[in-house]
């Protein structure tokens, strides 16, 4: 099968699978209206601080499953509300930081400095404009990255490398998240530590299920949900409603704006962030491709890069941080690019880059059919391979996603300004009920509410004491298979237990690995000295 | 009261502490083959290597913690927070412990010699409980940040909990509300 019949028949899963309802007698097929769903979902919740979108990906996972259930049939549906999800939150995110001063999600923070002032001075529509322009393009073309480079990438881990060099591969990877993510090595390494031994607590080969101190319920193991589901968001829930409790009497004005003058983006305003939001789509989907570092970490390269070129070209114009168009261009443009090019390691090596990516693995590993990684781009001959049907289906919601930012993103961005009135005192306790709510219904025992606690208490220490629980969620969706490798590379290499240094790539892998945790640790601690 | 890379330190020390425990004690002790396994002359790996590397890597984290010196981002602890938990905690089980019991206490005094097994699926039995469980939960919460309880926090409770049982409940034969899917 060729490369064009796959894209073919992974447009035609998105655009012919089963109909929603018909009109006029024309079937209107499920997957596209999914995707916008999930989209205008995705704004309005980015747009509604305290909200995230992981958080909306967690709880409608569930409700997604029993309506679609576990059929293959369901996966296209499925991952094309979340994919939406995650497009319109970025999005979303910029609204309250333009009107409100007040960052929807934390990668809209950069926003904030130049959006706000703009708001100020009357030009709130014109910013909000912008920031959508310079958004979906850089969500364009991170997403036209992912899909050039995912099945080349994924290629060429097939054909280059065997059982030990992908166990190498794996360990790269979570030295490298372990070191990049948060503010130390040595909490990256702890979090990740304590989410390999959570995923391997009641699992193993041996009949007698490891580590389960002898109950019967620790036996089946920590079910998935509860593990991500409690540190992702039951652990921000619990500190965000402690931050609240402290500040719950400190008087809160509701802010409001008035618009002055002409807030149309003519070309001459699009020639001029033209350059801004190319530089920034580079940098977000560079840094996105890296599994683990995140867009927040894109939109402050992208405003300092975009600031000292603005300082430098145009000294007499609005500088940035002070209302210049060209600094929410340059944020948004980041903050935007990374969603697509975080999807390239998920694609290519299975391996979540972000907490986005983490429920979108999630989703394929609930229902089935569809493991992400470099096995989904096998080109077959004679039949057809389903995965990779699929992928290319992903491909398409990408685009058909990218379309509806394109068209109607922008007004909906628009209309969704009040969403910063919903009391976040009363919104976090109705999500934290539907968080519960939404781990029972899959799992269908108590003990997994207790387990989604347990969990979530261990998110608020870690982010009371300044340690990031990405790299304990990535390190318990990829325990079972980097331990699975291991030992099919052990036994492959006749028990060769130098496997990892006697086989040159792997050796290499693991050079940089610690190469990464010894550099992380040297630039860590100098602006400490 | 802890501060910056005090609560580091203290950290670092109970993350090598904790490792060394998991690495000597715990992992030994709970599984049942050891780092590698001999099984009919083919040498194999254990199930003790992946626990055992995860407690390293929790002992060089800590490690490298110790030495690290205090930046802005450190986060603390402190009495305030562990206060707070357990106060969370505590509103947490009540509200569970409602949940998994007003339905079978309804039965019992309502059920006319029912067990709550066997109206598990059955209104309004199936959602007594979560609907006053779901309801503390939320209303003592809201209570909880106000810092009074309300009747307004009350309401929302039971409109919250109302509209999640018509989201889960009322659509979805499958889906099984707590406590219903283990009793």
């Given at each position: 099968?060729?490369?064009?019949?796959?894209?073919?028949?992974?447009?035609?899963?998105?655009?012919?699978?089963?109909?929603?309802?018909?009109?006029?007698?024309?079937?209107?097929?499920?997957?596209?209206?999914?995707?916008?769903?999930?989209?205008?979902?995705?704004?309005?919740?980015?747009?509604?601080?305290?909200?995230?979108?992981?958080?909306?990906?967690?709880?409608?996972?569930?409700?997604?499953?029993?309506?679609?259930?576990?059929?293959?049939?369901?996966?296209?549906?499925?991952?094309?509300?979340?994919?939406?999800?995650?497009?319109?939150?970025?999005?979303?995110?910029?609204?309250?930081?333009?009107?409100?001063?007040?960052?929807?999600?934390?990668?809209?923070?950069?926003?904030?400095?130049?959006?706000?002032?703009?708001?100020?001075?009357?030009?709130?529509?014109?910013?909000?404009?912008?920031?959508?322009?310079?958004?979906?393009?850089?969500?364009?073309?991170?997403?036209?990255?992912?899909?050039?480079?995912?099945?080349?990438?994924?290629?060429?881990?097939?054909?280059?490398?065997?059982?030990?060099?992908?166990?190498?591969?794996?360990?790269?990877?979570?030295?490298?998240?372990?070191?990049?993510?948060?503010?130390?090595?040595?909490?990256?390494?702890?979090?990740?530590?304590?989410?390999?031994?959570?995923?391997?607590?009641?699992?193993?080969?041996?009949?007698?299920?490891?580590?389960?101190?002898?109950?019967?319920?620790?036996?089946?193991?920590?079910?998935?949900?509860?593990?991500?589901?409690?540190?992702?968001?039951?652990?921000?829930?619990?500190?965000?409603?402690?931050?609240?409790?402290?500040?719950?009497?400190?008087?809160?004005?509701?802010?409001?704006?008035?618009?002055?003058?002409?807030?149309?983006?003519?070309?001459?305003?699009?020639?001029?962030?033209?350059?801004?939001?190319?530089?920034?789509?580079?940098?977000?989907?560079?840094?996105?491709?890296?599994?683990?570092?995140?867009?927040?970490?894109?939109?402050?390269?992208?405003?300092?890069?975009?600031?000292?070129?603005?300082?430098?070209?145009?000294?007499?114009?609005?500088?940035?941080?002070?209302?210049?168009?060209?600094?929410?261009?340059?944020?948004?443009?980041?903050?935007?690019?990374?969603?697509?090019?975080?999807?390239?390691?998920?694609?290519?090596?299975?391996?979540?880059?972000?907490?986005?990516?983490?429920?979108?693995?999630?989703?394929?590993?609930?229902?089935?059919?569809?493991?992400?990684?470099?096995?989904?781009?096998?080109?077959?001959?004679?039949?057809?391979?389903?995965?990779?049907?699929?992928?290319?289906?992903?491909?398409?919601?990408?685009?058909?996603?990218?379309?509806?930012?394109?068209?109607?993103?922008?007004?909906?961005?628009?209309?969704?300004g009040y969403m910063i009135h919903i009391p976040k005192h009363i919104l976090l306790p109705v999500v934290l009920l539907l968080t519960f709510t939404a781990i029972y219904v899959q799992e269908a025992r108590m003990s997994a509410i207790w387990f989604a606690v347990g969990f979530g208490v261990l998110g608020y220490l870690m982010r009371r004491l300044g340690m990031s629980p990405l790299p304990f969620v990535i390190a318990f969706i990829l325990g079972g298979k980097l331990e699975e490798t291991a030992r099919q590379a052990f036994a492959a290499t006749g028990g060769d237990a130098w496997f990892l240094f006697t086989n040159p790539i792997a050796a290499v892998f693991m050079a940089l690995a610690v190469t990464v945790i010894v550099f992380s640790t040297r630039t860590r601690k100098e602006p400490a000295q | 009261m802890f501060t910056g890379s005090t609560t580091n330190r203290a950290l670092a020390i109970f993350a090598i502490a904790a490792a060394l425990l998991i690495a000597i004690g715990w992992v030994p002790l709970d599984t049942d083959t050891g780092i590698v396994e001999k099984v009919r002359r083919q040498v194999t790996i254990g199930d003790a290597l992946a626990p055992t590397l995860a407690s390293i890597f929790i002992g060089v984290g800590g490690l490298l913690l110790f030495f690290q010196g205090a930046s802005p981002a450190d986060g603390r602890l402190r009495l305030a927070n562990l206060r707070y938990l357990a106060l969370l905690i505590g509103l947490l089980l009540l509200s569970f412990a409602i949940m998994r019991w007003a339905g079978p206490a309804a039965v019992a005094l309502f059920g006319a010699g029912e067990s709550y097994a066997a109206l598990r699926t059955t209104a309004p039995w199936n959602v007594i409980g979560y609907f006053l469980g779901g309801t503390i939960l939320i209303a003592s919460l809201i209570a909880m940040i106000e810092g009074r309880p309300s009747f307004r926090a009350f309401a929302i409770g039971v409109v919250a909990s109302s509209l999640l049982i018509l989201l889960y409940d009322l659509p979805f034969d499958d889906l099984l509300l707590p406590p219903n899917g283990d009793v």
């Open positions: 099968m060729e490369v064009w019949t796959y894209i073919q028949l992974g447009i035609a899963a998105v655009f012919q699978g089963p109909d929603l309802f018909a009109i006029a007698g024309f079937g209107v097929p499920v997957t596209p209206i999914m995707v916008l769903l999930g989209f205008l979902l995705g704004i309005a919740v980015g747009a509604t601080p305290g909200l995230a979108g992981p958080m909306a990906m967690a709880i409608s996972l569930p409700i997604l499953i029993s309506i679609f259930g576990f059929s293959p049939d369901a996966l296209l549906p499925v991952m094309g509300f979340l994919i939406g999800i995650m497009k319109g939150a970025t999005i979303g995110g910029a609204v309250p930081a333009i009107l409100f001063n007040t960052p929807g999600t934390p990668d809209a923070y950069m926003t904030t400095l130049d959006g706000y002032p703009m708001t100020q001075a009357g030009k709130a529509r014109k910013a909000l404009k912008i920031a959508h322009v310079s958004s979906a393009s850089g969500d364009t073309f991170s997403d036209i990255v992912l899909i050039l480079c995912a099945p080349f990438l994924a290629v060429l881990v097939e054909s280059y490398l065997d059982l030990p060099e992908k166990t190498a591969l794996l360990i790269l990877s979570l030295a490298f998240i372990a070191s990049v993510i948060g503010n130390s090595v040595g909490k990256g390494l702890i979090s990740m530590g304590l989410g390999l031994l959570a995923v391997y607590i009641g699992t193993g080969e041996d009949f007698y299920p490891r580590l389960t101190l002898g109950s019967q319920t620790l036996a089946q193991g920590f079910p998935i949900a509860t593990a991500i589901l409690g540190v992702l968001i039951i652990g921000e829930v619990f500190k965000s409603i402690e931050d609240l409790w402290h500040d719950h009497r400190r008087a809160q004005k509701r802010p409001s704006y008035t618009e002055v003058g002409d807030q149309h983006v003519h070309r001459a305003d699009l020639r001029r962030i033209a350059p801004y939001i190319a530089r920034s789509a580079v940098i977000g989907t560079a840094i996105g491709a890296l599994p683990g570092v995140g867009s927040t970490l894109a939109a402050t390269l992208g405003f300092t890069t975009g600031s000292r070129r603005h300082a430098t070209k145009s000294p007499d114009a609005t500088q940035f941080g002070h209302g210049a168009p060209e600094g929410i261009a340059s944020t948004e443009a980041a903050n935007s690019s990374v969603s697509g090019a975080n999807l390239i390691p998920v694609l290519s090596l299975g391996i979540p880059g972000n907490a986005a990516a983490v429920f979108l693995i999630l989703a394929a590993d609930s229902i089935g059919g569809f493991n992400p990684g470099p096995s989904v781009f096998k080109f077959t001959s004679g039949s057809i391979n389903p995965e990779l049907v699929m992928a290319f289906g992903l491909f398409t919601i990408m685009m058909l996603a990218n379309l509806f930012n394109w068209t109607i993103g922008g007004g909906f961005m628009r209309v969704v | -």
